[in-house]
């Protein structure tokens, strides 16, 4: 399968505990992306890299979340100290940044889904 | 404030039957807009992506028209299929960045037999 793939499909953890999340892009992409969804909505951007490059994070990533992308190929997305608001659907993306000049769509995931207790 | 707004919130229609889903949108520069299908728990899958010279493209069963004067797109779905029940979402892109791209809240269309 050469589709973005995320890990864990789901996870429930109780407030306060720190959880981890990965995300292995379509290998030739060179841009991976990190959405947050909730319930109804449509996603919203939390971060983007290039490569190893975080280029770009949202005012929504809090100090409690990271991302690293350390050798430019699969990501994790941690969130520490969890709290009831971060439970979500968090989606990951990846593109080629010549798919932007051929117009060429970004790649999702079917994220992780995180309950909070 | 870049924006994409879609309408109807939802959408119930019987098998067979066309419908139309709209977006608006006020994202400046424009650079493309993308129709997304999201089937319940899974990623977006891309249905269509236009640039500011396209004003319409299909994909099988359905088309995607742009208005680049009013701001406004389309998705017309004809003969639906049980398996098109999903939310439809619009994204606008600005540019080349992740964060240039706004999503509209989507449709969620529900095909009954």
Known sequence: DTG???????KITKRGQNVTFRCDPISEHNRLYWYRQTLGQGP???TYFQN???LEKSRLLSDRFSAERPKGSFSTLEIQRTEQGDSAMYLCASSSENDWLSNQPQHFGDGTRLSIL | KNQVEQSPQ????LEGKN????CNYTVSPFSNLRWYKQDTGRGPVSLTIMTF???TKSNG??????????????????ASQLSDSASYICVVSAGNAGNMLTFGGGTRLMVKP
């Open chain 2, 10 to 13: 939802s959408l119930i229609i």
């Open chain 2, 53 to 55: 010279s396209e004003n």
């Open chain 1, 44 to 46: 919203e951007f939390l």
């Open chain 1, 52 to 54: 190893e490059a975080q």
């Open chain 2, 19 to 22: 419908c139309t889903l709209q």
């Open chain 1, 4 to 10: 973005v793939s995320q890990n864990p499909r789901h």
């Open chain 2, 61 to 78: 069963r359905y088309t995607a028209t742009l208005d680049a004067d009013t701001k406004q797109s389309s998705l017309h779905i004809t």
